[in-house]
């Protein structure tokens, strides 16, 4: 089954299905307020985000793990969990606002 990349104008779905008007049923389903921006029939079944784009790519920590932990501790809870991480790794605020959102998006 083909993996599209469907961006609206508040998200970047990535999801399995058998056609275009599949994916946007997804979306559609998902996020019915959402308007559709542009969608991509991805060219392998496979996606992969770079930690270093994301700018969480520091070899001394895994924030990750340290993220993860975080958003269990908060229970989901966005700002809690980054004032959690903070305390954690000592870094700044833009840091672990990139941390604790890009592992929410990965699906803690």
Same mark, same amino acid.
């Given at each position: ?23 946007? *049923? ?17 060219? +392998? ?9 994301? *700018? ?11 993220? +993860? ?13 980054? +004032? ?5 790794? *000592? ?5 672990? +606002? ?11």
């Amino acid at each position: 089954m083909p993996l599209f990349e469907v961006e609206t104008d508040s998200h970047i779905i990535i999801t399995w299905a058998s056609d275009n008007d599949e994916a946007l *049923g997804v979306v559609a389903e998902a996020y019915p307020n959402d308007k559709i921006i542009r969608m991509t029939k991805r060219p +392998r079944d496979t996606w992969v985000i770079s930690k270093s784009a994301l *700018g969480i790519a520091e070899k001394d920590l895994d924030p990750c793990n340290t993220a +993860r932990d975080c958003l269990s501790k908060a229970e989901g809870d966005k700002v809690h969990a980054i +004032r959690l991480y903070m305390h954690e790794t *000592g870094v700044d605020l833009e840091q672990a +606002r990139k941390a604790i959102e890009s592992n929410m998006v990965m699906g803690w």
